[in-house]
């Protein structure tokens, strides 16, 4: 499926369904995140059963330390 992922158009391998497996492939599912779809927040609880459809605008945001 093909999404816009942070404002660019990617193809999502076949096995990304949910939002919890973009933030696996993308190898960021042990931050603190949040992830916006389509303009609504979804919440960490339902990261894992909130299905993905194509051309879905998906925006993840998560934080970094630094001084």
Do not use: A
């Not at 816009?4 to 990304?16: F, Y």
């Not at 993905?52 to 925006?59: A, V």
Request: hydrophobic content about 40%; glycine content about 8%; cysteine-free.
């Amino acid at each position: 499926m093909r999404v816009v992922l942070n404002g660019e158009l990617i193809q999502l391998p076949e096995q990304v369904v949910f939002i919890s497996d973009v933030l696996e492939h993308y190898e960021i599912h042990n931050k603190v995140v949040i992830v916006e779809v389509n303009g609504e927040i979804v919440n960490k609880v339902d990261h894992q059963s909130t299905r993905l459809s194509d051309k879905d605008r998906i925006e993840i945001v998560h934080f970094v330390g630094g001084g």
